[in-house]
């Protein structure tokens, strides 16, 4: 009842009554009637549809009387807030500055960037991916020095405290009004089960105006989030509500739907909980079932506690049986798995949040209230709290990625702060829940794996074709995961509990080997996975990332114990993994995974402990067998890795090489490729070193070919195979023990090392460095990009080069190049190998440094890889040199070195090259402490071995006399031995390895022996694993004299009977110093290339770079250096001086090797040859093609050669490539592009360009344009005057005029057709439309789109037509009457004639209906004509514009080489003569007679004809010269010249006096009139002035009108001087076009001149004046002639002026004043940064739609701002941008994307990205702002443009371009 009065009161009345009542101490009536009230007004029983009309109440009540604007202003005076919290979505544009923040995910929104002082900082701008929040102001995040202005000060201490009655009514009401959007959350859910239309997406559109109206609530500041705080964490206010009273039906059906909806919110749903009354006690049960933690084992379920607690059991569900395990926790029990319990309302919207799939206005009112600390803290307990149900929702959800978005915009904002990072992770046991939910996650999607033993595998891995994996689905964790893990509290408390590092272990496990590669060996795969991307991803971002974060807090002593525990659980962890795979000693043939994440925890943490912790290697160790075993699947990538390079996994397709490149890829690297070969290093620095060697070619599959015998049997490999395999085995060894990264380099020295091989490969980028260098992926680790180290290291080792520009238009970026002395002392090929993705990289790095030697002149060969000095290896890992002290390898380096010499098939210079490597490391890193334990034995047995010791020093000396080889049958050494019939009895031997390790044959029995004695030394090594002795055994060269059963590689025999192996012994005798130096006899094709004096002389400086005979040289000299017996049989070896006979071959053969390398040689200088000639005819072409300006312009274009032919000119046709003249039947035409242009139309007055508006108050006022400045004219004529002269008066064409111009090239005009054709039939996709009549020159490739044909006949008007006359000019004029009196003889159809007119309808076509329509009836002659003639003046123009405006540098400009006027006047002059001129209206009479009034004759309606004052003297010129018959005479030519001077004159006078002061007027015309009467009045411009004056001053007002104007602006007094400069000023546009146009018909040179002297040049180059005067005393009316009396034809154009009584004197003044100078045509003016332009342009809203543009773009011809793909903006299905080009540029625009940074051009129905003007502080592009570091205009590339521009010659510069469809 209450209720129904209140509602019939107004609101405010209501809202006031009650807050007073309130307000009172006993409030119960108030409250009863709020109650009462709010039920009504709430009811959400009323329909389904949420009322407008109670969220319009709620806001009155708030307000509590006032209006509601009014109370937010109120409330927000009380705003406490120190921090900023502006809440974005996707997209919005924010900052990061990494020197002011802590955590690396700090941002900031651009007016708190923008407001503080980040100069010098290293700051980005980037596009927020998924949303975020503003960290000004929280110290936590950043450092208070990078806060603004605004939050810097402590704004909450001097705020007044908040009255209490103020937010009264918000306590009242705020609950209710919440409980009823809950209601309604709650009532509009559907399960998505029941409804197959659920939607939704509509709950959420009628809730919006709720969810906003909190989300305003939010924003009036600290003291309203209060008191919402207060609201939403309320336990007791949620009680009362949440349920509903008991009487309402409603209230408790809806909180029915909410607990069912509760229901699903665990981990395990609640039957499953039943069902699993067995207790945990099945958690010790590890059988075949790999649920959680069977992977575990004993150990694992020993430390969990047994627990039967029903609901606390976990749902892990296994592949075989489902496992429950509690986990164990030292308080109390999360209950993860549970069911959700709310207790508040802010836990119930979470809730909902979660069930909707975050809304994103939910989610912005969740974060908007972050600014308050207790709801933070609350908020991250409750996010928390659902965090398991949040990553059940997301994996049901088909939105994943926008879901995954709005999750990390919440969670980043929550765990990035430690304080409340390290809270929860106490309280609420954040990490259990993490590591719990992930691996839920990942049992989801988990395959039994197939690696090692297929069928008994008990290991689980997860399937990377899940769509789990596949769309990264998993990342909102990890990413949650690792931000926790970065800070310091949080990981420590990870890292000390063991149960949860071992559940971590287990999750770890299950990415170990995924991914599998079989190698197919018959067919090719059908369908080549794709999984792979989504194996690496996983890996690097679930496994590796979180394995940097937690090694970042293992970097001191302190924490040596963290480091020791994961070392103990990952060698559990792998012996598990070794065991459920069934893993013996062998790896499985043809299998292969790149993912071995435990491999590589372990190995990190090694590598972490003794670097940083000083741990003792060994005590991390396990024992050798498990080494062995840890050996084996690294190994294994290593060898598939040359496998995959070797072409042997081709038919697994394309991927299996991407996945190659991956492992080795930048980002990847640290995490992959180096803890792999760092885990290798240790291996074979504890493992016995032949045993280590003999696996590493075994693995490589090369063991058989390392026999000394020519022929061998490969049972693995193809032969094609067997060198890059073999390159391969070398090339692993040589970075296993050259490289130093976890090996004792120090963090600068790796990442130099680093930042020079990638120089090496290729200069490089600013970013691409960045991106290139393997940082550590977690963000706080060590190198940070962009911190100072990497900025200061870089300017060591590299030089800058700044972008540069080529001719052609292609852009370079700012790159760094390598200095000269990075090239000379550190460039390493070892680590540029490791480092290469493509192969090629390798080869570019290598011909870089070549090119570098030769520029330095040291080296002018064929240089070899530079050999490298390595840092000294840390003390733990000494054990790595004994690699290249072994045994094996010593008799691999000889076998190697002979083959080689002996020019084996398969061997290569790179083979050569690695062996060389390895000596010389071996040389370097000596092993001394083994030395003394050796020698002994050394004594006894030293004969019977190849070599006596271990090491490499002694072994280079020692000479092997024999050895025993197996070789098939046909062998050439079998045929050898029966020709020398030196049969022996030898007992055959079984080596297993090759025969290659046999021994020389004396002395068996010391053979036997010393074989029995080797073996039980090796056999010490396995006594604890007996299984692992076959290994041992096989694995040693020493062992396998002793017969055992089958050898391990008889398994790889393929079926078939190879031939039979025979033993034989070869004589050898030799070392490896005499072969070494045999070699370098060989290399240097010298019979005695190293004398006896040579070692004295030796500097090994000198040797640093070279080829390979410098590389043996060095090695002798150090071995010579290092041991004195060495020298001694070094000496002994040189100084045999006969010429050796290499053994075993004729020398014939010797020969053909030898002449083998000079005719590789002789090759390599040809082909040089032919090169270097090649390249400088491509330069010739290109420099006749392209615009490089060339002395020798004038040649290329044979129409336009200037020496007079009296022969008709020949033409080349480009296609048939015939010469000849062009006839009337088979026309020659000029391949020609037309184009509409509008450049002249922008041309300005001033020299200075616009400017583009960046801020509001500036704009740009197209009314001062040249287009625009001559359409008001034609329009102003056409008000006044006869239509038909009007349109002789004038040119168009400023506008949409057509430009055409040429590459030079001619072809036949039906060779061009047939030409056409082809392109028409040919399917590839051209750049261009071939329908339009495009196509591309078929010599040069140049764009076009139209032939020209050229005028039958001589080149130019040669011989008579240019004998200077001698008759009198009033006899010319009387000529000149006559021809143009001849009526126009129409042409016989011909094929020229069609072509001509084929020519002028493609001209038509050019340019747009509007720009040839100026006349009042379109279509009209007149109409057309004025066209026609435009195009002459355009083109005439255009080419003054790119002589630089005037004609004082004369010659032939680059324009002049593109020009083809002279055949476009002929093509213009034949059609113009359709048209003849009325003679009754000829202006020609007008100019040279004075005519008798015609006044009777004007009827009165019609207007009269243009004055001659008014009309435009160019156009006349080219009027008169396209109407008479071709060719003119020049005479005559010059007669018209001289005639329209004389008017261009009398203009500038005219225009000149109105110009004056009255007084001025007065006292000029006085002057005049005085000198009127002397002779040779009429050439003196005094007395021409005078005249001019007193005659126009007959006319009514024609001075009067703005004299006031006038006189202001001739405020300084015009002296003779000036006046002179004007008139010549006025009259040298009409000059240098004359000039143009006669240089062009009669092929006149042009002079070049200063600017002073041009106006007398060119009166003397048109012959006005009898003869050039000096300079000086050079004026302008000496050049008139007049061929009238100069006064009466003033008098009659003065006239015309002064009879137009029907024009106001406004107008006509306008029209007198013409000034026909104009700028040369410019761009805008655009700002040094760019940030100014973004900042103002990127939120502005389009000016059609009201909307802010996705794509904002704006135009750099006139600054229109327009949408790039807008569909708001379109007309007729044309997009706004191609509209615009349209009608600005007629059909050219130049567009900046606003948002993109680039440009693009639009040209016709063709677009292309043109590139950036704007670049960062390294000289590079930015384009889409990727980067997002500061901007700055580089003025080069903008004036590149603008000339691109101005030349019309995008097309030709410009190579991509496509279609836009008008969808631009």
């Not at 290249?884 to 380096?893: E, G, N, P, S």
């Not at 006047?1465 to 007679?1489: C, E, G, K």
């Amino acid at each position: 009842m209450m209720a129904a009065l209140l509602l019939r009161r107004d609101k405010r009345t209501t809202a006031a009554h009650l807050k007073a009542d309130l307000q009172r101490a006993d409030n119960s009536s108030g409250l009863r009637q709020l109650r009462e009230l709010l039920d009504t007004v709430l009811d959400p029983e009323r329909g389904s549809d949420p009322d407008p009309e109670g969220l319009d109440w709620c806001k009155w009540l708030l307000a509590g009387g006032d209006a509601f604007d009014e109370f937010c202003r109120t409330v927000r005076s009380y705003d406490n807030a120190t921090l900023c919290g502006l809440v974005w979505t996707a997209n919005f544009v924010a900052y990061r500055c990494r020197t002011c923040g802590i955590s690396p995910c700090m941002s900031l929104c651009a007016e708190c960037f923008n407001n503080s002082d980040h100069t010098g900082h290293d700051f980005n701008m980037f596009r927020s991916q998924a949303g975020g929040a503003c960290d000004c102001g929280d110290g936590n995040v950043m450092k208070e020095s990078g806060f603004c202005s605004r939050h810097r000060l402590k704004t909450g201490e001097n705020v007044p405290s908040v009255p209490w009655d103020l937010l009264l009514m918000s306590e009242m009401v705020l609950p209710r009004f919440i409980i009823t959007i809950i209601q309604y959350l709650r009532d509009g859910y559907t399960e998505p089960e029941s409804a197959a239309d659920r939607d939704l997406q509509k709950v959420l559109q009628q809730l919006e105006p709720h969810i906003s109206f909190l989300e305003e609530l939010t924003k009036m500041g600290g003291a309203m989030r209060t008191v919402l705080t207060k609201i939403l964490t309320n336990q007791q206010t949620f009680k009362e509500l949440s349920m509903g009273q008991e009487e309402n039906v409603f209230a408790k059906r809806n909180y029915e739907k909410y607990l069912s909806a509760l229901k699903s919110s665990g981990l395990v749903s609640v039957e499953e909980k039943g069902a699993g009354g067995a207790g945990a006690g099945t958690a010790t049960d590890t059988s075949a079932g790999a649920g959680a933690l069977s992977l575990l084992g004993a150990t694992a379920a020993a430390s969990l506690e047994d627990s039967s607690k029903e609901e606390d059991q976990d749902g892990l569900q296994g592949v075989g049986q489902r496992k429950r395990v509690k986990l164990s926790s030292s308080t109390k029990d999360p209950s993860i798995m549970d069911t959700l319990k709310h207790k508040c309302f802010l836990e119930e919207l979470l809730f909902w949040t979660i069930k909707y799939e975050f809304p994103q206005k939910m989610v912005t009112f969740l974060l908007n209230m972050l600014p308050d600390q207790d709801y933070k803290i609350t908020f991250t307990k409750t996010f928390v709290q659902h965090y398991a149900f949040i990553m059940k929702t997301l994996m049901k959800s088909h939105e994943s990625d926008t879901m995954s978005n709005r999750i990390v915009h919440i969670s980043v904002q929550l765990f990035s702060n430690e304080e409340l990072a390290r809270h929860v992770t106490e309280e609420c046991h954040l990490l259990d829940i993490m590591v719990t939910v992930l691996l839920y996650m990942m049992e989801s999607c988990l395959i039994k794996s197939e690696l090692q033993d297929e069928e008994n595998n008990r290991h689980v891995v997860v399937n990377c074709g899940e769509a789990l994996l596949k769309n990264n689905t998993y990342w909102p964790l990890v990413s949650d995961f690792i931000n926790i893990l970065s800070h310091q509290s949080v990981a420590k408390r990870f890292l000390e509990d063991r149960s949860l590092l071992l559940l971590w272990m287990s999750f770890v496990s299950y990415f170990q080997g995924m991914n599998l590669n079989k190698r197919e060996l018959n067919e090719h795969v059908e369908f080549e996975s794709q999984t792979y991307y989504a194996a690496f991803a996983a890996e690097l971002e679930a496994c590796a990332q979180p394995m940097w974060g937690l090694l970042t807090h293992c970097k001191v002593k302190e924490t040596q114990d963290y480091t020791k525990t994961v070392v103990r659980y990952c060698l559990e962890t792998l012996q598990m993994w070794f065991d459920a795979i069934g893993f013996v000693d062998e790896p499985s043939l043809n299998q292969l995974t790149f993912h071995l994440p435990l491999h590589r925890y372990y190995a990190m943490f090694l590598s972490k402990g003794v670097k940083c912790q000083g741990l003792d290697l060994d005590s991390l160790l396990p024992d050798q067998e498990m080494l062995m075993k840890i050996m084996v699947h690294p190994l294994q990538i290593q060898a598939s890795l040359s496998e995959i390079h070797s072409n042997m996994w081709v038919r697994n397709g394309l991927q299996i090489k991407g996945q190659a490149m991956t492992y080795v890829q930048s980002h990847f690297c640290n995490s992959m490729i180096d803890p792999d070969i760092y885990l290798l290093q240790v291996c074979a620095s504890r493992l016995d070193p032949d045993y280590f060697i003999s696996s590493v070619f075994e693995r490589f599959k090369v063991v058989d070919l390392l026999t000394m015998a020519s022929q061998h049997q490969n049972a693995v490999l193809d032969s094609e195979q067997e060198r890059p395999m073999l390159e391969g085995a070398l090339t692993f060894l040589v970075i296993l023990s050259s490289l130093r990264i976890h090996l004792g380099m120090s963090d600068d020295e790796i990442l130099r090392a680093e930042m020079v091989s990638q120089l090496c490969m290729n200069d490089r980028t600013h970013s691409s460095l960045l991106d290139l260098i393997p940082e550590n992926p977690n963000p706080k680790s060590g190198v940070v990009p962009g911190s100072c180290s990497f900025e200061e290291m870089l300017s060591a080792v590299a030089d800058f080069k700044a972008p540069v520009f080529e001719p052609g238009g292609s852009m370079q970026q700012g790159m760094y190049t390598p200095k000269a002395e990075v090239w000379e002392k550190e460039f390493d090929p070892i680590m540029v190998i490791l480092r290469t993705v493509y192969r090629r990289d390798v080869q570019s790095a290598m011909d870089r440094y070549t090119a570098f030697l030769k520029q330095s002149g040291v080296n002018t060969g064929n240089p070899w890889p530079p050999y490298k000095e390595r840092t000294p290896l840390h003390p733990c890992y000494r054990g790595l040199a004994r690699l290249l002290h072994c045994k094996t390898l010593h008799i691999v380096i000889f076998t190697l070195l002979y083959k080689i010499w002996m020019d084996h098939q398969n061997m290569s210079e790179h083979v050569l090259c690695m062996v060389l490597y390895l000596i010389e490391l071996g040389l370097d890193n000596q092993v001394q402490d083994d030395k003394v334990e050796e020698e002994p034995c050394i004594e006894e047995h030293c004969h019977d071995s190849w070599f006596p010791g271990t090491s490499l020093l002694s072994n280079l000396h020692h000479v092997i006399n024999f050895v025993r080889v197996r070789v098939p049958e046909t062998a050439p050494e079998v045929e050898r031995k029966r020709e020398r019939e030196r049969e022996r009895e030898t007992p055959p031997s079984t080596s297993s390895e090759s025969a290659g390790f046999g021994q020389s044959s004396r002395r068996l029995t010391g053979n036997w022996r010393e074989n029995l004695r080797e073996a039980q030394v090796f056999s010490l090594v396995a006594e604890r694993r007996r299984k692992f002795q076959e290994i041992i055994n096989r694995s040693n060269h020493e062992a396998s004299q002793a017969v055992r059963p089958k050898s391990s590689s008889s398994r790889w025999l393929p079926p078939g009977s190879p031939p039979q192996l025979v033993t034989e012994i070869l004589e050898i005798r030799e070392s490896m110093l005499s072969l070494l130096v045999k070699l370098h006899q060989k290399l240097s094709a010298k019979q005695n290339s190293l004398s006896l004096s040579w070692l004295a002389e030796v500097d090994l400086a000198h040797h640093a770079h070279g080829d390979g005979l410098t590389a043996i040289e060095r090695i002798l000299a150090k071995a010579a250096a290092r041991s004195r017996h060495s020298k001694r049989c070094l000496q002994e070896i040189c100084g045999k001086v006969c010429p050796p006979v290499p053994p075993k071959k004729n020398s014939p053969g010797d020969k053909k090797s030898m002449d083998k390398e000079e005719r590789r040689q002789r090759a390599r200088e040809r082909q040089q040859k032919l090169l270097a000639e090649f390249a400088s005819r491509q330069k010739s072409f290109m420099e006749t093609a392209m615009d490089v300006e060339s002395p020798e312009a004038d040649a290329v274009m044979d129409v336009g050669s200037t020496e007079p032919l009296e022969s008709e000119v020949l033409y080349d046709c480009v296609i048939c490539g015939q010469s000849g003249p062009s006839t009337e039947d088979r026309p020659t035409g000029l391949v020609v592009l037309l184009q509409a242009s509008s450049v002249l139309g922008h041309r300005c007055r001033s020299d200075t360009p616009k400017r583009l508006p960046t801020t509001d108050e500036e704009h740009i006022y197209p009314e001062d344009t040249c287009g625009a400045t001559n359409d008001v004219r034609l329009s102003l004529m056409q008000r006044y005057f006869k239509d038909s002269s009007c349109l002789q008066s004038v040119s168009v064409g400023w506008d949409g005029g057509v430009y055409v111009q040429t590459c030079g090239h001619t072809l036949h005009i039906d060779c061009h057709k047939s030409y056409m054709e082809s392109l028409r039939n040919d399917q590839v996709l051209q750049g261009f439309s071939v329908d339009k009549g495009e196509f591309t020159c078929p010599l040069c490739r140049q764009f076009a789109n139209s032939v020209l044909p050229c005028r039958p006949g001589r080149g130019m008007e040669t011989g008579a037509w240019h004998t200077p006359s001698t008759k009198s000019l009033s006899t010319l004029v009387k000529e000149v009457e006559d021809l143009q009196e001849q009526l126009g003889i129409f042409p016989t159809e011909s094929n020229l004639s069609k072509e001509m007119e084929s020519v002028i309808k493609d001209i038509k076509n050019t340019t747009q209906k509007k720009y040839m329509d100026y006349g009042k009836n379109p279509g009209s002659p007149d109409n057309d004509f004025l066209f026609m003639y435009s195009v002459a003046r355009t083109n005439l123009e255009l080419e003054l514009v790119h002589r630089g405006g005037d004609l004082c540098s004369g010659g032939a400009s680059a324009a002049a080489k593109r020009s083809c006027l002279n055949q476009l006047f002929h093509v213009l002059a034949m059609h113009m003569r359709l048209y003849s001129i009325d003679s009754a209206y000829n202006p020609w009479t007008r100019l040279t007679q004075t005519t008798h009034s015609r006044e009777p004759e004007f009827c009165d309606d019609e207007r009269p004809e243009v004055p001659m004052l008014f009309r435009d003297v160019p156009s006349l010129l080219i009027i008169f010269i396209l109407t008479m018959p071709q060719p003119l005479r020049k005479e005559h030519f010059t007669c018209v010249v001289k005639v329209l001077y004389s008017l261009q004159f009398t203009q500038a006078l005219a225009a000149l006096s109105i110009r004056f002061s009255r007084e001025e007027r007065l006292s000029w015309s006085n002057t005049g009139a005085a000198k009127k009467n002397m002779p040779n009045s009429d050439k003196s411009w005094e007395s021409l002035l005078g005249h001019v004056i007193s005659e126009l001053t007959k006319a009514k007002d024609v001075y009067d009108t703005n004299s006031e104007e006038a006189f202001v602006l001739s405020s300084s007094v015009w002296s003779p001087q000036s006046i002179e400069f004007t008139l010549q000023q006025f009259c040298l546009p009409f000059l240098r076009l004359s000039c143009l146009l006669q240089h062009h018909l009669y092929g006149d040179s042009l002079p070049g001149c200063l600017v002073e002297e041009e106006f007398s040049l060119l009166t003397g180059c048109l012959s006005l004046t009898g003869s050039v005067q000096s300079s000086g005393s050079m004026s302008s009316a000496a050049c008139l002639d007049w061929n009238f009396n100069a006064f009466d034809l003033i008098n009659q154009w003065c006239s015309e002026v002064v009879a137009l009584s029907s024009t106001p004197s406004q107008q006509s003044v306008s029209l007198l004043v013409q000034d026909p100078q104009w700028a040369a045509p410019r761009l805008l003016h655009l700002p040094d940064n760019y940030n100014t332009i973004f900042q103002f342009y990127h939120r502005k809203s389009c000016t059609s739609c009201g909307k802010t543009p996705k794509d904002p773009a704006l135009c750099l011809v006139c600054g229109a701002f327009v949408c790039l793909k807008g569909h708001c903006c379109k007309q007729q299905g044309v997009c706004e941008c191609v509209l615009h080009s349209q009608h600005c540029g007629a059909a050219t625009g130049i567009f900046l994307l606003v948002n993109a940074s680039v440009i693009i051009i639009i040209r016709g129905h063709r677009f292309c990205l043109w590139g950036s003007v704007y670049l960062d502080a390294h000289g590079e592009e930015d384009r889409d702002l990727r980067r997002g570091k500061p901007l700055y205009l580089c003025e080069e590339r903008y004036r590149v443009l603008e000339q691109q521009w101005v030349s019309h010659t995008f097309d030709h510069i410009n190579k991509r371009w496509g279609p836009h469809y008008n969808g631009l």
